[in-house]
């Protein structure tokens, strides 16, 4: 055996894809239903380091592959979550500067508590991250510390961070059957028109605050085709048309025209024909719905858009992205043209947009590595981990500059950041493995783990109580924003199994997100650093 780890011991690359591939593996197995997913790799590169160091092996990743494991991981989440960073904090302002509160508090908990435990500040730092399971937190303090220690911390108390964070999230469904602010799913009616009036079609829409969009229309009785909505069109007596929105917003429609249809124009596929095309032609992305034209140039409107899992409503101010699925309503003969004209290729879903990459990491690295001053004659630098989440949410953000498409798909972002989590989570583990031995032996871990528990539960039961005392939030939302708060998908992935993908759950998780983790990260560069 000590042959083997020998071999490891130098082959960097080789070691690192085993605790890559095996730690997934690990991570992927349930226990009472929850998994510790991507940290596996972590404790597992800890353990192997650990055995090796104690044989007289270093089994070490190289800090460079760590390092852009992490950028890549910070960048690829600020890409993510920067098209609706904005109208997030537009929305919740209020609700989620009370979460920011809670972290704060938290922080200062982390101190004092730490300190009255006797805990060096590198590991008061490093415990704080695990606590609240943020590995760029983690990578944040280590840079700030310039040491190894937070990992430490971040390892023994990452789980309970889990479990605990569960624990708040199931009292917060437990209220579920109180939650007054269910949304109405999207939906599609055909509606018999009834009314004398003869309102444009696009008044309606405006007047519904553009949640609810028409898609379809017959003009003049069943003998007549049914044809895709003009901006200019006027429903008449008798007329049929298709409205699409969220289900009271199409009552109200309804009640308002006439009656809802038992004929569905959607299933009249003679001479206008529906389907998903996948937006991959580059020259659209970061453009809106109303953009694409192709009502002047093909006769056929767009009624819904899916990105990844969740269907939004195409409302012409709509900004899309690459490998958006566009549910076209089109001419038949004009289908293979609008196909044509979007993309319609899987590239759409996979391109990952070297430029924006390449620029948009240098610019975050270089960001990061401004220093601030602060009181006392000090500096502060966000370090490489916030300056690319911020280059990344701006980027995602804007869409576009000019020709430069500044995003990727949701699919490609996804892939990169968790190859970038897992590359970063095998070099820290390694590089902490030699470490944690001494901190089990000494008794430390069980100071280092009370600690975490303290701040896990800090943050849990503070915004569990801030939001539903002070918000009147509802629990299933809740149950999301816990999540969002810990930017931990076990407790989303719980909370959707729990509701049964409610999207008042993910609406909760976006909500809290990208303000969670950047909060999380500059706190962990602020603890990492008090001990310098």
Not at 54 to 61: D, T
Not at 73 to 97: C, D, E, K, Y
Not at 300 to 311: H, K, L, P, Y
Request: hydrophobic residues 50%.
């Amino acid at each position: 055996m000590n042959t083997l780890l020998e071999f490891l011991a130098h082959q960097e690359i080789l070691l690192l894809c085993l605790l890559v591939g095996v730690g997934s593996i690990i991570g992927h197995y349930r226990v009472a239903g929850v998994s510790v997913g991507a940290a596996a790799v972590l404790f597992l590169a800890i353990a192997l380091s650990a055995w090796g160091d104690a044989q007289g092996q270093k089994l070490i990743v190289p800090e460079h592959l760590g390092t852009f494991g992490l950028i890549l991981f910070t960048f690829s989440v600020g890409i993510m979550s920067g098209a609706n960073f904005l109208a997030t904090l537009r929305q919740g302002l209020l609700p989620i500067l009370g979460m920011v509160t809670v972290l704060l508090l938290a922080a200062l908990v982390a101190v004092g508590a730490g300190r009255l435990l006797g805990l060096s500040q590198p590991i008061i730092a490093g415990s704080f991250a695990g606590a609240l399971t943020n590995t760029p937190a983690l990578a944040a303090a280590r840079e700030a510390a310039h040491s190894a220690l937070p990992t430490i911390g971040y390892a023994v108390t990452y789980l309970f961070g889990v479990v605990g964070m569960l624990i708040v999230t199931s009292l917060a469904l437990k209220h579920r059957a109180e939650d007054t602010d269910a949304p109405a799913p999207l939906v599609n009616c055909t509606v018999r028109v009834e009314t004398p009036e003869r309102p444009r079609m696009r008044d309606i829409e405006q007047r519904h605050g553009d949640r609810i969009k028409f898609s379809r229309v017959r003009h003049g009785g069943m003998r007549h085709p049914v044809a895709a909505v003009k901006d200019d069109d006027v429903l008449l007596f008798n007329d049929l048309v298709t409205v699409v929105g969220p289900a009271d917003q199409v009552e109200q429609v309804v009640q308002e025209l006439g009656h809802a249809s038992s004929h569905a124009l959607e299933a009249d596929r003679t001479s206008l024909d529906f389907r998903r095309i996948t937006l991959s032609n580059g020259k659209f992305s970061g453009r809106s719905v109303a953009d694409l034209k192709l009502l002047d140039r093909f006769g056929a409107t767009v009624s819904r858009v899916r990105r990844g899992d969740v269907d939004m409503l195409a409302a012409d101010h709509l900004v899309l992205q690459l490998g958006d699925r566009l549910r076209v309503v089109a001419p038949r003969e004009q289908m293979a043209a609008v196909s044509a004209h979007l993309g319609d290729s899987a590239r759409g879903l996979s391109d990952i947009n070297p430029m924006a990459l390449g620029v948009g990491l240098a610019a975050g690295i270089l960001l990061g590595k401004i220093e601030f001053p602060v009181p006392g004659g000090h500096a502060f630098a966000l370090g490489s981990a916030a300056g690319t989440l911020l280059v990344g949410l701006l980027l995602g953000h804007l869409g576009r500059v000019g020709h430069f498409v500044t995003t990727m798909p949701v699919t490609a972002a996804q892939a990169l950041s968790e190859l970038g989590l897992l590359v970063f989570l095998a070099q820290a583990g390694t590089k902490a493995g030699s470490q944690i031995g001494a901190a089990f032996a000494s008794g430390e871990w069980l100071r280092i783990l009370v600690l975490g528990a303290v701040i896990t539960l800090t943050v849990g039961f503070g915004v569990y109580l801030v939001m539903r005392r002070v918000f009147a939030m509802g629990g299933t939302k809740l149950s999301g924003v816990l999540a969002g708060t810990q930017t931990q998908p076990a407790v989303l992935a719980f909370a959707n199994g729990r509701t049964r993908f409610d999207a008042r759950v993910a609406m909760g998780y976006a909500l809290v997100y990208p303000a969670a983790m950047i909060t999380k990260i500059l706190l962990g560069q602020i603890l990492g650093g008090l001990g310098l």
